[in-house]
């Protein structure tokens, strides 16, 4: 009788056993505790913003597009109409991409000032500027609208870009005018072709 | 009866006077498969590329309506031939009182000299009669091969074309989008879109672009502020312009193009 007590006894104890490991075993399950993955792995979730007609806004909007041949730059216009608002916009881009290559071009012309050592001819820095200003408001080819997007607001962003190789055709008149106002200076066909490649080379490295 | 007759005989010399083909003619108070939003106006895209829609307006004979939608037609091909387009965009933007000025001026050309010769090749397809536009007219130039046309549009869940909000892309062709309130006579309210249309095709794609801005800090005892100016001038010539769809809301009274120009 005492032995069936106690094996009754022994029986309850390994059901409680039982139950509390099974218990252990709900707990770990229900607060997700994973043994092979690390926690710093986890990407946090990217907010997805939405424009007019729930087309999602492109990464144009907030990030720099770069090409080996184009350059690129956006536009944002909210007017009183759709129409009038896309125009903003892309003056806007437009006058971007204006100024960047205006930019380019007076990187190129101080460069070339300094290599060419005529920092003291008062003479030729006055043409330089005047030619500089000269192809900084040239007339840009071939400018386009690549994208353009709709925010919830009504909103309107453009994507415009122009290729290198265009601005680098426009550059070549204000070259040749400025390879003539340095037509005394013995070393003006090398740097003229200096100045070039630069140009060249610096479109190239401001688009990486 | 005698009137009608004399009527179609009246349309019948007119159209001889022109020079049109009139073969096959079906002349009708109204239209087929039609424009969204437009009671009258016949869907474009049921025709080849090389066909075109006049739109003449009212007048005071219906000869006259006739004559006017046929000189449409003939501009439509003129236009497709060579149209240049040029804008000039000022405006300027202060950091305190935020946009103060947006300016733009565009113009649009085409060479009306050859009308007359457009006009002779021009066969005459369907004319109809309405209340508001006057006659429509659809011609085919036969000189043209009558391809495919560039886009098919289909309308959004709220039954509005989807191009309105979504510029269809291609790699034969740029497409460009315009707009424009209600003038008095129908007619007007479409070519006003479609010059908005060809202003946003130069827009998106300007041959050449001329482009001056400034920026100035403006500093004194009571403010700081910034001041930008941009001015614009911008041309393209377009060939091979032709428009795509069109429509009509009714909600805002907008009239709307779609064009295209092949790249």
């Given at each position: 009788?005492?032995?069936?007590?106690?094996?009754?006894?022994?029986?309850?104890?390994?059901?409680?056993?039982?139950?509390?490991?099974?218990?252990?075993?709900?707990?770990?399950?229900?607060?997700?505790?994973?043994?092979?993955?690390?926690?710093?792995?986890?990407?946090?979730?990217?907010a997805v913003v939405l424009g007019m007609d729930g087309i999602p806004q492109?990464?144009?909007v907030?990030?720099?597009?770069?090409?080996?041949?184009?350059?690129?730059?956006?536009?944002?216009?909210k007017?009183?109409?759709?129409?009038?608002s896309?125009?903003?916009?892309?003056?806007?881009?437009?006058?971007?991409?204006?100024?960047?290559?205006?930019?380019?071009?007076?990187?190129?012309?101080?460069?070339?000032?300094?290599?060419?050592?005529?920092?003291?001819?008062?003479?030729?820095?006055?043409?330089?500027?005047?030619?500089?200003?000269?192809?900084?408001?040239?007339?840009?080819?071939?400018?386009?609208?690549?994208?353009?997007w709709i925010d919830a607001e009504g909103g309107v962003w453009?994507?415009?870009?122009?290729?290198?190789?265009?601005?680098?055709?426009?550059?070549?008149?204000?070259?040749?005018?400025?390879?003539?106002?340095?037509?005394?200076?013995?070393?003006?066909?090398?740097?003229?072709?200096?100045?070039?490649?630069?140009?060249?080379?610096?479109?190239?490295?401001?688009?990486? | 009866?005698?009137?009608?007759?004399?009527?179609?005989?009246?349309?019948?010399?007119?159209?001889?006077?022109?020079?049109?083909?009139?073969?096959?003619?079906?002349?009708?108070?109204?239209?087929?498969?039609?424009?969204?939003?437009?009671?009258?106006?016949?869907?474009?895209?049921?025709?080849?590329?090389?066909?075109?829609?006049?739109?003449?307006?009212?007048?005071?004979?219906?000869?006259?309506?006739?004559?006017?939608?046929?000189?449409?037609?003939?501009?439509?091909?003129?236009?497709?031939?060579?149209?240049?387009?040029?804008?000039?965009?000022?405006?300027?933007?202060?950091?305190?009182?935020?946009?103060?000025?947006?300016?733009?001026?565009?113009?649009?050309?085409?060479?009306?000299?050859?009308?007359?010769?457009?006009?002779?090749?021009?066969?005459?397809?369907?004319?109809?009669?309405?209340?508001?536009?006057?006659?429509?007219?659809?011609?085919?130039?036969?000189?043209?091969?009558?391809?495919?046309?560039?886009?098919?549009?289909?309308?959004?869940?709220?039954?509005?074309?989807?191009?309105?909000t979504?510029?269809?892309?291609?790699?034969?062709?740029?497409?460009?989008?315009?707009?424009?309130?209600?003038?008095?006579?129908?007619?007007?309210?479409?070519?006003?879109?479609?010059?908005?249309?060809?202003?946003?095709?130069?827009?998106?794609?300007?041959?050449?672009?001329?482009?001056?801005?400034?920026?100035?800090?403006?500093?004194?005892?009571?403010?700081?502020?910034?001041?930008?100016?941009?001015?614009?001038?911008?041309?393209?010539?377009?060939?091979?312009?032709?428009?795509?769809?069109?429509?009509?809301?009714?909600?805002?009274?907008?009239?709307?193009?779609?064009?295209?120009?092949?790249?």
């Open positions: 009788m005492l032995h069936i007590l106690k094996l009754i006894a022994l029986w309850r104890f390994c059901m409680k056993g039982r139950v509390v490991l099974i218990g252990v075993a709900l707990v770990l399950i229900l607060s997700g505790c994973t043994t092979g993955k690390s926690m710093d792995k986890v990407e946090p979730a990217k492109p990464d144009w907030y990030k720099t597009v770069s090409a080996q041949d184009r350059h690129y730059e956006s536009g944002y216009g007017m009183t109409d759709r129409q009038i896309i125009k903003r916009a892309t003056v806007e881009a437009k006058n971007k991409i204006a100024e960047w290559v205006s930019t380019q071009v007076k990187e190129v012309i101080v460069t070339y000032v300094n290599d060419a050592g005529s920092g003291a001819d008062r003479q030729t820095l006055d043409a330089m500027e005047a030619i500089s200003l000269q192809v900084a408001e040239a007339t840009l080819s071939g400018v386009t609208t690549e994208e353009m453009v994507l415009c870009s122009i290729p290198l190789d265009n601005i680098e055709k426009n550059f070549e008149p204000a070259a040749a005018a400025v390879a003539e106002a340095f037509s005394e200076n013995e070393a003006a066909d090398a740097a003229n072709a200096k100045m070039k490649d630069s140009f060249a080379a610096i479109l190239k490295k401001s688009t990486n | 009866m005698r009137r009608s007759l004399m009527t179609a005989v009246s349309f019948v010399m007119l159209l001889f006077l022109f020079g049109c083909s009139v073969l096959g003619v079906n002349v009708s108070d109204a239209a087929g498969p039609t424009e969204v939003g437009f009671p009258v106006l016949p869907d474009i895209n049921v025709y080849p590329s090389n066909v075109v829609i006049g739109v003449s307006g009212p007048y005071s004979t219906k000869e006259r309506m006739v004559e006017e939608a046929i000189l449409g037609c003939a501009r439509l091909v003129a236009l497709s031939e060579a149209l240049a387009v040029d804008n000039r965009v000022v405006t300027q933007w202060d950091s305190k009182k935020g946009l103060r000025s947006f300016a733009t001026e565009g113009n649009a050309y085409f060479d009306d000299s050859s009308l007359a010769e457009i006009i002779g090749r021009l066969v005459i397809l369907e004319i109809i009669f309405d209340k508001e536009a006057g006659a429509v007219v659809v011609a085919c130039d036969g000189t043209h091969k009558p391809d495919d046309r560039p886009y098919v549009g289909s309308l959004g869940p709220d039954g509005k074309p989807q191009w309105l979504n510029i269809p892309k291609s790699e034969a062709y740029r497409f460009g989008v315009g707009s424009s309130g209600s003038y008095r006579f129908l007619n007007d309210s479409l070519e006003a879109a479609d010059f908005e249309a060809a202003q946003n095709l130069l827009d998106r794609h300007a041959d050449q672009l001329y482009a001056k801005g400034f920026t100035k800090t403006v500093q004194n005892q009571t403010e700081t502020r910034m001041e930008t100016g941009i001015y614009q001038a911008s041309k393209a010539l377009l060939q091979g312009f032709m428009v795509v769809s069109r429509y009509h809301d009714q909600e805002t009274n907008t009239y709307w193009s779609l064009v295209a120009v092949p790249k």
